[in-house]
């Protein structure tokens, strides 16, 4: 089965035996384990499960706190930003708003209007582990992005298959997409991406006019099933 992230064909499966068996697969090139289809949810119930999360109260700003801080470590303030899947209530884009950012949001289910860039900045947190396709996405996050913007990356990186069985993150069932800090490296280098800092959970990469010249092919897009 093709890699969703690098288009390489050499993915094996595992299984999860539980009360029922899931089926998952890992790829040998860049390290991205990810749900068998079978396992992914139509997007009507995918949307039920996103208008039961909790969002925007302080538990999850503190949460976010992490990925604004590293914004405002990096970009001055004013600079144009793109919080790309907010969910219901766009809670980083308001704190970002209150450090005087000047914020747009996505997200499919609930502002679905493509946002036209060049965007300084993306935000996108706890959302690709949610992508079917995450190397259109983050393809399409990387075009809006204005020469020398920076992309945030917050997901949890997987412990490898091995471990999978003890680790809770894949058992959300819009969890589908699981990256390791190699999957990051790998999607730097196809992405023409530079990756600045990847720790724990927050991941930022950059763009760069040297990136930029090394990525004029288009790196995966075309090999990626729509
Ligand atoms: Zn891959």
Redesign the pocket.
Known sequence: MK?P??A?DQAESFEIREKESKVFWH?G??D?IYKDFSLRLAPADEKARYDTHRNGDEGHRRFLEPVARAVAENLPAGARGLDWGSGPVPALAEMLGERSFDMRIYDPFYHDVRPQGAFDFITTTEVIEHCHEPARDLCAMRELLAPGGWLFVMTETHPGPAKMASWYYWRDPTHVSFFSPRSFEKFATLFGLELVRGSGRLWAFRQDDRAEKISSRPPVSGSVPE
């Open positions: 890699c992230l690098c390489a790829c090139s860049c991205l």
